[in-house]
C-alpha cells in the first residue's frame, strides 16, 4: 500500500490495485482452491480403501493438511500483495515463514518415521 501520514501523525492506508493483479489473484485462488478440493476428494476415497497400507493413509492426511496451509498462505500472501502492501515486505511474515517451516518439517518429520518404520519391516519378516 502507499503509506502517507496522516494529521494524526498515525498512518493512513490507501489501497491500489489494477485489473491484471485482480485477474491474477482470482486465478490463483480458483485454480488452488479447485487443486485442493479434488485432492482432498481423491484423498477420502484412497483413505477408504481397505487394502491400502495405513502409512500410505497417513501420508495422503498429511498432505491434505500441507495442502490446506498452502492455499491458506497463499490467499494471505496474494490478498497482501494486490490489495494492501504492493512490494514492500508483509506485515506477518514471520507468520507466513513460520507456516512454511512447519510444512517442510511435517514432511521431513513424516518421511523419517515412514522411512524407519519401513526398514524395521524389512529387517523384521514377521514386523507386518
Do not use: W
Amino acid at each position: 500500500a502507499r503509506f502517507r501520514p496522516s494529521l494524526a501523525g498515525r498512518r493512513s492506508m490507501e489501497v491500489q490495485y489494477d485489473c491484471i493483479s485482480c485477474g491474477i489473484f482470482a486465478t490463483e485462488l480458483i485454480v488452488l482452491t479447485t487443486a485442493s478440493a479434488c485432492a482432498a476428494l481423491a484423498s477420502k476415497e484412497l483413505i477408504q480403501d481397505g487394502v491400502l497400507h495405513y502409512n500410505f493413509r497417513v501420508i495422503m492426511v498429511m498432505l491434505c493438511l500441507r495442502s490446506l496451509l498452502q492455499l491458506l498462505v497463499r490467499l494471505y500472501v496474494i490478498m497482501e500483495r494486490v490489495f494492501v502492501v504492493g512490494e514492500g515486505d508483509l506485515p506477518h511474515q514471520l507468520l507466513v515463514i513460520s507456516v512454511k517451516r512447519f510444512q517442510h518439517f511435517e514432511i521431513g518429520i513424516l518421511l523419517f518415521f515412514l522411512s524407519m518404520e519401513r526398514i524395521l519391516a524389512l529387517l523384521d519378516g514377521k514386523y507386518e
